[in-house]
C-alpha cells in the first residue's frame, strides 16, 4: 500500500511537472501569437504604405498603358503579326535612297514550322504556353522579385511568348514599366482572339536571327539550306538559343558561344521531354555546320549604312543614353562599352527588322560627286586584295554642310559595291590633321599664345623630328602651322597638357580616344592608340569653320515607325566647344597653308578665288594620308591608305588626298560667291615684341595684316590671368597628389620613419588645406588621414624599441658631451701650446742679429725670458732655454754703441788697434730649478 502511494505520488510528482511544463509552453505559444499578430499587422501597414507609393508612382503609367492598348485593340488584326515592310532610307528631297532586310524575309506558316522548334521554344521560354492565358504569373512575379533586387532595373523579362509576339509586332523594343504594363494588358487579348498555335506562328516568324535573318523561314534557308519544317534538333536549338541573342550566339563569327548556347537549350529539351535520351546524346555531339545561303537583295551602300547607325545613335538618344568619349581607365572604358554594344546592337536589329523610315539629309547629287572624286583619285592604283573583290589602295571622305551642320555626303571606299564603310566604321592614325583640333586651337583658347607667338623648332631630347629632319630655330606659331613643323605641335601640347587638348574632342564626341592616350603627347601629332574616324574630323574642322560652334548633327533629319508615328527629330541645338576668337584666329592661320608659298597645302587653291582653310595629315611612312580643308560654305574630309596600313612612298597628304579634296570642292563650289570667314568682335590686329606678345596701345580695328603686326583676341587675354591661375592650381595640385602618393607608400621601418611620420602629416595637411577645389581637398584629406591613422596604428608596436632607443640615445649623448668636452679641452691646450713655443721662437728671435747692445735690451731680455718661462713643462722647453742663455750671452758681449761709434770713427788706416771691451757687465744668473 506504501509502495502504491509511493507510485502515486511519484505519478503527481510527474504529471506536477508536466503540467508545469504544457503551461510555460502554452505561454509561449500565447507569446509568439501574439508577436506573429503584430509582425503580420506591420507587414499590412508597410504593404498598405509601398502599395500607395507604387500606385501613386505607376498610374500615369498605368494610364498611358491602357490608353495605347486601347488604340492596339481598336485595329488590332492578323496583319499586325506578319513582318514589317522594309526599314527605307530618303534623301534630302525625299527620294528613295535605300532599303533595309531585302530579300531575306519568308514566312513559315505553323504546319511548316518543326515541332522541335515549336516545343523547344515552350521547353526554354515559356514552360505554361499551353495553360497560361497570355501572362505567367509565377514567371512575372520572379521578374518583380529580381526587379526589386536590381533597385528598380528591369534585367530579367518574365514575359511569355504571348507577350513577346506583343512586344515584337506591336511595341517598340523600349524596356520600360509602361512596355510591360501594355505587354500584360494586352496578352489575354491577343490569347483570346487568336490560338496558341497562330500565336506560335506569329512568333516564329517575328523574331530576328542575325545576319539580316528574320523570321524562322528565313534563317532556316540560311543557316542550314533548308524549310523551317524539316529542322533537326540541334538545328532547332541553334536558332531557339540564337533568337535570344543574336550578336552573342551567331554561328557563323561566334560558333563556341553558339555551340555551348546550342547544348543548353537540348538540355533543356531534353528536360521536358521534348527530344529523347537517344536524341539528345545524339544532338550534343554533332558539330556546327552552317550553309551561309544569301539571297540578292538591296545592296547597303555607304549612306544606307550611314544611315543606320546614325538612326541607331538617335534611338539610343531618345532612350536617354548617356554618351561618353573619353574614359578614366579600363575598367571605365569597358564598363561604358558593354552598355552601349548591347544597346546599339539592339537598336541595329530593331531598325534591321523591318518597320522604320530614315529621313536624312544627304545631297545625292553631291554624293556621286564626292564617290566620282575619290574613284578618280585613286584610279592610279589597280592592285587588287587577296580575294580579289575589293582594290587595295582605298580612300573615305565626308562632306559637312557648314549652314545647316548635317552631313550631306559619305563615301566609304572605291566604286559602290563595297559593303564597308571606312569613313565611319574606321579609326587611322590622323597624323598631322589633328594638330589644329587638339594642339593650336586649344592652345590659343589659353591665351598663352596666339599666332605671332615665337616659338623655338630645335631637337627635342625623346621627342619627334620634322618631315625632311631640318630644324628652322625661332618662327612664329603662325608659320610653324603652316609648314607643319612637328617639334613645335608637341612642345604646345606638353604645355597644355594632352588632357587639355583631349577634352575638345570629348566635346566634339570623337569616338574611338583611348583611355591609353590620357597623358600621350604623341596625340599631338597624332599618334593615337586607335585612331581617329573620318565623320568624326570632318565635324571637327566644320566646327571650326562656324566659329567653334559644335552640332551633334549627323545625316538624320528625321526618324518615323510604321506603328509609332515620328520617334525622333534632330535638335537645332549647338554647343560652343572653341570660343570664337580662337576658331577664327586658327581658320585665318589654316587660310596660309593654302595661300603660302611654303604652305604643305600650297597647290590646293581652290578655282575663282574662292577662300578656303586646311591641314595636310601623313604619318609615318606615309601609311595613312589627309587632307582636311573647309570654305564658309562646306567642309570635307578625305583619307587614303590600305584598310591594313602599309607605306605609300611618295603619297602625302596634299597629293592624293589633297587633290581629291580639290576636285570635289571646285565642283560644288561652283557659281558661288567667294564667301571670307567674318572676324568676331573680339579680333583686333596689333604690333608684337620680339616674343610674338601683343605690344599694348598699338591695337586696331582694321583687320588687313601687314608685316610686323598680326591677330589678337582682347577676350581671350583678359581670360589668360584666370588660366594663368587655373594652371597654377593645377600644378599645385598635382604637386600635392604626388606628396600624398608618397605618403601613402610609407611604412614604419625605422626609427626615421617613426620620429617622421607626424612631421611628414602635418606638412601633407597643411599643403592639402590650400587646394582650392573642395572635392579634391576633401578627398585628399580623407586619404591622408585614413593613411596616418593605419600608420598609427604600426607605431603602437615600435614603443618598447622606441623607449629602449631613447634611453640608448640619452646615454650616448651624455657620453658624446663628455668626449667632446675632453677634446674641447685638449685642442685648446694644443692650440696653447702651439702659441706659446711660437711667441717664445719668435722673442728669441728678437735677440739675434745685433753689431752692438741695443738700448731696449733689458726689455727685449725679459720679455723672452717670460716666453721661454710660459713654455715650461713642455718638451721644447729645454731647447727653448739653452737658445735664450747663448743669445743672452752673445747680447752681453757686444760693445755698447759708444764703443761701437769710436771704434769705428778713430781707427788709422794701416794699423791694428784692439780696444779693450768695456760692454756692460753680464748679470749673474742663477740657474731654476728645473732647468737644464
Same mark, same amino acid.
Given at each position: 500500500?506504501?509502495?502504491?502511494?509511493?507510485?502515486?505520488?511519484?505519478?503527481?510528482?510527474?504529471?506536477?511537472?508536466?503540467?508545469?511544463?504544457?503551461?510555460?509552453?502554452?505561454?509561449?505559444?500565447?507569446?509568439?501569437?501574439?508577436?506573429?499578430?503584430?509582425?503580420?499587422?506591420?507587414?499590412?501597414?508597410?504593404?498598405?504604405?509601398?502599395?500607395?507609393?507604387?500606385?501613386?508612382?505607376?498610374?500615369?503609367?498605368?494610364?498611358?498603358?491602357?490608353?495605347?492598348?486601347?488604340?492596339?485593340?481598336?485595329?488590332?488584326?492578323? #496583319?499586325?503579326?506578319?513582318?514589317?515592310?522594309?526599314?527605307?532610307?530618303?534623301?534630302?528631297?525625299?527620294?528613295?535612297?535605300?532599303?533595309?532586310?531585302?530579300?531575306?524575309?519568308?514566312?513559315?506558316?505553323?504546319?511548316?514550322?518543326?515541332?522541335?522548334?515549336?516545343?523547344?521554344?515552350?521547353?526554354?521560354?515559356?514552360?505554361?504556353?499551353?495553360?497560361?492565358?497570355?501572362?505567367?504569373?509565377?514567371?512575372?512575379?520572379?521578374?518583380?522579385?529580381?526587379?526589386?533586387?536590381?533597385?528598380?532595373?528591369?534585367?530579367?523579362?518574365?514575359?511569355?511568348?504571348?507577350?513577346?509576339?506583343?512586344?515584337?509586332?506591336?511595341?517598340?523594343?523600349?524596356?520600360?514599366?509602361?512596355?510591360?504594363?501594355?505587354?500584360?494588358?494586352?496578352?489575354?487579348?491577343?490569347?483570346?482572339?487568336?490560338?496558341?498555335?497562330?500565336?506560335?506562328?506569329?512568333?516564329?516568324?517575328?523574331?530576328?536571327?542575325?545576319?539580316?535573318?528574320?523570321?524562322?523561314?528565313?534563317?532556316?534557308?540560311?543557316?542550314?539550306?533548308?524549310?523551317?519544317?524539316?529542322?533537326?534538333?540541334?538545328?532547332?536549338?541553334?536558332?531557339?538559343?540564337?533568337?535570344?541573342?543574336?550578336?552573342?550566339?551567331?554561328?557563323?563569327?561566334?560558333?563556341?558561344?553558339?555551340?555551348?548556347?546550342?547544348?543548353?537549350?537540348?538540355?533543356?529539351?531534353?528536360?521536358?521531354?521534348?527530344?529523347?535520351?537517344?536524341?539528345?546524346?545524339?544532338?550534343?555531339?554533332?558539330?556546327?555546320?552552317?550553309?551561309?545561303?544569301?539571297? #540578292?537583295?538591296?545592296?547597303?551602300?555607304?549612306?544606307?549604312?550611314?544611315?543606320?547607325?546614325?538612326?541607331?545613335?538617335?534611338?539610343?538618344?531618345?532612350?536617354?543614353?548617356?554618351?561618353?568619349?573619353?574614359?578614366?581607365?579600363?575598367?571605365?572604358?569597358?564598363?561604358?562599352?558593354?552598355?552601349?554594344?548591347?544597346?546599339?546592337?539592339?537598336? $541595329?536589329?530593331?531598325?534591321?527588322?523591318?518597320?522604320?523610315?530614315?529621313?536624312?539629309?544627304?545631297?545625292?547629287?553631291?554624293?556621286?560627286?564626292?564617290?566620282?572624286?575619290?574613284?578618280? &583619285?585613286?584610279?592610279?592604283?589597280?592592285?587588287?586584295?587577296?580575294?580579289?573583290?575589293?582594290?587595295?589602295?582605298?580612300?573615305?571622305?565626308?562632306?559637312?554642310?557648314?549652314?545647316?551642320?548635317?552631313?550631306?555626303?559619305?563615301?566609304?571606299?572605291?566604286?559602290?559595291?563595297?559593303?564597308? @564603310?571606312?569613313?565611319?566604321?574606321?579609326?587611322?592614325?590622323?597624323?598631322?590633321?589633328?594638330? +589644329?583640333?587638339?594642339?593650336?586651337?586649344?592652345?590659343?583658347?589659353?591665351?598663352?599664345?596666339?599666332?605671332?607667338?615665337?616659338?623655338?623648332?630645335?631637337?627635342?631630347?625623346?621627342? +619627334?623630328?620634322?618631315?625632311?629632319?631640318?630644324?628652322?630655330?625661332?618662327?612664329?606659331?603662325?608659320?610653324?602651322?603652316?609648314?607643319?613643323?612637328?617639334?613645335?605641335?608637341?612642345?604646345?601640347?606638353?604645355?597644355?597638357?594632352?588632357?587639355? &587638348?583631349?577634352?575638345?574632342?570629348?566635346?566634339?564626341?570623337?569616338?574611338?580616344?583611348?583611355?591609353?592616350?590620357?597623358?600621350?603627347?604623341?596625340?599631338?601629332?597624332?599618334?593615337?592608340?586607335? &585612331?581617329?574616324?573620318?565623320?568624326?574630323?570632318?565635324?571637327?574642322?566644320?566646327?571650326?569653320?562656324?566659329?567653334?560652334?559644335?552640332?551633334?548633327?549627323?545625316?538624320?533629319?528625321?526618324?518615323?515607325?510604321?506603328?509609332?508615328?515620328?520617334?525622333?527629330?534632330?535638335?537645332?541645338?549647338?554647343?560652343?566647344?572653341?570660343?570664337?576668337?580662337?576658331?577664327?584666329?586658327?581658320?585665318?592661320?589654316?587660310? &596660309?597653308?593654302?595661300?603660302?608659298?611654303?604652305?604643305?597645302?600650297?597647290?590646293?587653291?581652290?578655282?575663282?578665288?574662292?577662300?578656303?582653310?586646311?591641314?595636310?595629315? $601623313?604619318?609615318?611612312?606615309?601609311?595613312?594620308?589627309?587632307?582636311?580643308?573647309?570654305?564658309?560654305?562646306?567642309?570635307?574630309?578625305?583619307?587614303?591608305?590600305?584598310?591594313?596600313?602599309?607605306?605609300?612612298?611618295?603619297?602625302?597628304?596634299?597629293?592624293?588626298?589633297?587633290?581629291?579634296?580639290?576636285?570635289?570642292?571646285?565642283?560644288?563650289?561652283?557659281?558661288?560667291?567667294?564667301?571670307?570667314?567674318?572676324?568676331?568682335?573680339?579680333?583686333?590686329?596689333?604690333?608684337?615684341?620680339?616674343?610674338?606678345?601683343?605690344?599694348?596701345?598699338?591695337?586696331?580695328?582694321?583687320?588687313?595684316?601687314?608685316?610686323?603686326?598680326?591677330?589678337?583676341?582682347?577676350?581671350?587675354?583678359?581670360?589668360?590671368?584666370?588660366?594663368?591661375?587655373?594652371?597654377?592650381?593645377?600644378?599645385?595640385?598635382?604637386?600635392?597628389?604626388?606628396?600624398?602618393?608618397?605618403?601613402?607608400?610609407?611604412?614604419?621601418?625605422?626609427?626615421?620613419?617613426?620620429?617622421?611620420?607626424?612631421?611628414?602629416?602635418?606638412?601633407?595637411?597643411?599643403?592639402?588645406?590650400?587646394?582650392?577645389?573642395?572635392?579634391?581637398?576633401?578627398?585628399?584629406?580623407?586619404?591622408?588621414?585614413?593613411?596616418?591613422?593605419?600608420?598609427?596604428?604600426?607605431?603602437?608596436?615600435?614603443?618598447?624599441?622606441?623607449?629602449?632607443?631613447?634611453?640608448?640615445?640619452?646615454?650616448?649623448?651624455?657620453?658624446?658631451?663628455?668626449?667632446?668636452?675632453?677634446?674641447?679641452?685638449?685642442?685648446?691646450?694644443?692650440?696653447?701650446?702651439?702659441?706659446?713655443?711660437?711667441?717664445? @721662437?719668435?722673442?728669441?728671435?728678437?735677440?739675434?742679429?745685433?753689431?752692438?747692445?741695443?738700448?731696449?735690451?733689458?726689455?727685449?731680455?725679459?720679455?723672452?725670458?717670460?716666453?721661454?718661462?710660459?713654455?715650461?713643462?713642455?718638451?721644447?722647453?729645454?731647447?727653448?732655454?739653452?737658445?735664450?742663455?747663448?743669445?743672452?750671452?752673445?747680447?752681453?758681449?757686444?760693445?755698447?754703441?759708444?764703443?761701437?761709434?769710436?771704434?769705428?770713427?778713430?781707427?788709422? +788706416?794701416?794699423?791694428?788697434?784692439?780696444?779693450?771691451?768695456?760692454?756692460?757687465?753680464?748679470?749673474?744668473?742663477?740657474?731654476?730649478?728645473?732647468?737644464?
Amino acid at each position: 500500500m506504501k509502495q502504491l502511494k509511493k507510485y502515486i505520488g511519484g505519478a503527481g510528482d510527474v504529471l506536477g511537472i508536466i503540467g508545469k511544463t504544457l503551461g510555460s509552453y502554452l505561454g509561449v505559444v500565447s507569446n509568439i501569437a501574439g508577436t506573429i499578430i503584430g509582425i503580420f499587422a506591420t507587414v499590412l501597414v508597410i504593404a498598405g504604405i509601398v502599395g500607395l507609393c507604387l500606385y501613386v508612382k505607376f498610374l500615369p503609367m498605368f494610364t498611358e498603358a491602357r490608353e495605347t492598348v486601347f488604340d492596339k485593340l481598336v485595329n488590332m488584326s492578323e #496583319d499586325d503579326f506578319v513582318m514589317k515592310e522594309d526599314t527605307v532610307v530618303y534623301d534630302k528631297d525625299g527620294k528613295l535612297v535605300g532599303s533595309v532586310n531585302a530579300g531575306r524575309y519568308k514566312y513559315a506558316e505553323i504546319k511548316s514550322i518543326s515541332p522541335y522548334l515549336y516545343n523547344g521554344y515552350i521547353a526554354v521560354e515559356d514552360k505554361r504556353f499551353k495553360t497560361h492565358g497570355g501572362v505567367d504569373l509565377l514567371a512575372t512575379m520572379r521578374a518583380g522579385v529580381a526587379l526589386v533586387k536590381n533597385g528598380g532595373d528591369i534585367k530579367q523579362g518574365g514575359s511569355t511568348i504571348t507577350q513577346q509576339v506583343i512586344k515584337n509586332n506591336l511595341l517598340t523594343q523600349e524596356k520600360s514599366y509602361t512596355r510591360k504594363m501594355i505587354e500584360i494588358m494586352l496578352a489575354p487579348t491577343v490569347e483570346q482572339k487568336f490560338t496558341k498555335d497562330k500565336i506560335m506562328e506569329f512568333y516564329c516568324n517575328s523574331n530576328y536571327y542575325g545576319n539580316r535573318c528574320y523570321g524562322v523561314g528565313a534563317a532556316s534557308e540560311y543557316y542550314f539550306g533548308k524549310s523551317a519544317a524539316d529542322l533537326e534538333p540541334y538545328e532547332a536549338a541553334i536558332l531557339i538559343g540564337l533568337s535570344n541573342n543574336p550578336s552573342a550566339y551567331d554561328p557563323v563569327n561566334k560558333p563556341e558561344a553558339a555551340l555551348k548556347k546550342r547544348n543548353e537549350v537540348l538540355k533543356k529539351m531534353y528536360d521536358e521531354q521534348v527530344i529523347t535520351q537517344k536524341q539528345y546524346d545524339s544532338s550534343v555531339k554533332k558539330k556546327i555546320k552552317i550553309q551561309q545561303l544569301t539571297k #540578292d537583295g538591296t545592296n547597303e551602300s555607304y549612306v544606307v549604312s550611314y544611315a543606320i547607325h546614325c538612326a541607331a545613335l538617335a534611338l539610343m538618344e531618345k532612350e536617354d543614353f548617356k554618351f561618353q568619349y573619353t574614359f578614366k581607365n579600363k575598367e571605365d572604358y569597358e564598363s561604358y562599352n558593354e552598355k552601349y554594344s548591347n544597346l546599339y546592337s539592339q537598336k $541595329t536589329n530593331d531598325i534591321r527588322e523591318g518597320g522604320y523610315k530614315l529621313y536624312t539629309a544627304i545631297d545625292m547629287k553631291k554624293q556621286k560627286k564626292l564617290q566620282k572624286a575619290v574613284d578618280k &583619285g585613286l584610279a592610279y592604283s589597280k592592285e587588287k586584295n587577296s580575294d580579289k573583290t575589293k582594290y587595295a589602295l582605298q580612300g573615305a571622305a565626308v562632306c559637312v554642310d557648314n549652314s545647316t551642320n548635317y552631313v550631306v555626303a559619305i563615301v566609304g571606299g572605291r566604286g559602290t559595291k563595297d559593303s564597308y @564603310n571606312r569613313a565611319y566604321l574606321s579609326a587611322r592614325q590622323s597624323g598631322s590633321s589633328i594638330k +589644329p583640333l587638339i594642339d593650336y586651337t586649344p592652345a590659343f583658347e589659353t591665351g598663352a599664345y596666339s599666332p605671332s607667338t615665337v616659338v623655338n623648332d630645335q631637337p627635342i631630347e625623346n621627342g +619627334p623630328k620634322n618631315s625632311g629632319g631640318g630644324y628652322r630655330g625661332s618662327l612664329h606659331l603662325r608659320e610653324a602651322v603652316q609648314r607643319s613643323i612637328n617639334t613645335i605641335a608637341w612642345q604646345v601640347l606638353e604645355k597644355i597638357t594632352p588632357k587639355y &587638348g583631349m577634352s575638345f574632342l570629348d566635346k566634339m564626341h570623337f569616338h574611338n580616344l583611348s583611355y591609353v592616350d590620357n597623358d600621350n603627347l604623341s596625340l599631338s601629332l597624332g599618334g593615337f592608340t586607335e &585612331g581617329v574616324r573620318v565623320v568624326d574630323m570632318a565635324k571637327g574642322f566644320s566646327t571650326l569653320a562656324n566659329n567653334g560652334s559644335y552640332s551633334e548633327k549627323t545625316c538624320i533629319q528625321k526618324i518615323e515607325h510604321v506603328s509609332d508615328g515620328t520617334v525622333y527629330k534632330s535638335s537645332n541645338d549647338t554647343t560652343q566647344v572653341y570660343t570664337e576668337d580662337a576658331a577664327w584666329m586658327m581658320t585665318d592661320v589654316l587660310k &596660309g597653308v593654302l595661300n603660302e608659298p611654303y604652305g604643305t597645302g600650297r597647290s590646293l587653291k581652290l578655282d575663282n578665288g574662292q577662300i578656303a582653310a586646311g591641314k595636310t595629315g $601623313t604619318t609615318n611612312s606615309s601609311k595613312d594620308v589627309w587632307f582636311c580643308g573647309y570654305t564658309k560654305y562646306y567642309t570635307t574630309v578625305v583619307w587614303a591608305g590600305y584598310d591594313t596600313p602599309r607605306a605609300m612612298p611618295g603619297v602625302y597628304g596634299a597629293s592624293v588626298p589633297g587633290g581629291i579634296w580639290k576636285n570635289f570642292m571646285n565642283q560644288i563650289h561652283k557659281n558661288k560667291k567667294p564667301q571670307d570667314f567674318t572676324a568676331p568682335s573680339g579680333i583686333c590686329l596689333a604690333k608684337y615684341d620680339g616674343k610674338g606678345n601683343m605690344i599694348k596701345g598699338t591695337e586696331s580695328t582694321d583687320l588687313k595684316r601687314t608685316s610686323g603686326r598680326d591677330f589678337f583676341s582682347i577676350t581671350i587675354l583678359k581670360a589668360k590671368a584666370a588660366y594663368a591661375d587655373n594652371l597654377e592650381e593645377a600644378s599645385y595640385e598635382k604637386k600635392v597628389r604626388r606628396k600624398l602618393e608618397t605618403f601613402e607608400k610609407l611604412t614604419i621601418q625605422s626609427m626615421a620613419d617613426y620620429y617622421t611620420l607626424e612631421i611628414s602629416y602635418q606638412e601633407l595637411r597643411d599643403m592639402i588645406s590650400s587646394i582650392e577645389d573642395d572635392d579634391i581637398r576633401k578627398s585628399y584629406a580623407t586619404r591622408a588621414k585614413n593613411k596616418y591613422d593605419s600608420l598609427k596604428d604600426e607605431t603602437v608596436k615600435w614603443k618598447d624599441v622606441v623607449k629602449a632607443y631613447e634611453e640608448q640615445q640619452k646615454e650616448s649623448n651624455a657620453e658624446l658631451a663628455r668626449e667632446k668636452k675632453t677634446a674641447s679641452k685638449n685642442a685648446r691646450n694644443k692650440q696653447l701650446r702651439k702659441t706659446r713655443v711660437a711667441l717664445a @721662437n719668435t722673442r728669441l728671435k728678437a735677440l739675434r742679429g745685433y753689431d752692438y747692445q741695443p738700448d731696449n735690451m733689458a726689455t727685449l731680455l725679459e720679455k723672452a725670458k717670460s716666453a721661454v718661462e710660459a713654455c715650461r713643462g713642455y718638451s721644447e722647453y729645454a731647447s727653448l732655454n739653452s737658445k735664450y742663455q747663448t743669445y743672452r750671452t752673445e747680447l752681453y758681449m757686444l760693445p755698447t754703441k759708444a764703443e761701437y761709434d769710436a771704434q769705428n770713427n778713430h781707427h788709422t +788706416p794701416g794699423t791694428t788697434s784692439i780696444p779693450q771691451a768695456t760692454a756692460t757687465p753680464m748679470p749673474t744668473v742663477t740657474a731654476q730649478a728645473g732647468a737644464q
